[in-house]
């Protein structure tokens, strides 16, 4: 089962965290089964970009972005050639580390940086 490298995140897993994840599960919902409250606004159909991540390690071994996700991406914020929306990255058979980015899409256009 491949392991999941989650980076510090100052709210949402301060402390970072390792997990195992089957794969076949998209990154959102291992976050959300293992206590890491990512937002995700548009319950998970790829409809916003609240559920940004840079996947540091492993990028390639994730199903393909589609070319909704990847118009979705071009409005993230932070967004980097590692970008992808958790809620559609699905864990193939490869460890991943995984960084949440500081803001969404969200937060920025709310005045909360």
């Not at 940004?52 to 980097?80: C, I, M, P, Q, Y």
Request: proline share 4%.
């Amino acid at each position: 089962m491949p392991q999941i490298v989650f980076l510090p995140h100052a709210k949402l897993c301060p402390e970072g965290a390792v997990v195992e994840a089957p794969a076949g599960k998209t990154l959102c919902d291992v976050m959300l089964e293992n206590d890491i409250h990512i937002e995700h606004a548009c319950e998970k159909s790829c409809a916003c970009t609240t559920c940004h991540v840079l996947v540091r390690e492993g990028f390639n071994s994730l199903s393909e972005a589609s070319e909704t996700e990847e118009d979705l991406l071009d409005k993230a914020w932070g967004l980097e050639a590692v970008s992808r929306l958790s809620c559609q990255a699905v864990v193939a058979d490869e460890d991943l580390v995984v960084e949440i980015p500081k803001y969404t899409i969200n937060h920025a256009s709310e005045g909360g940086h």
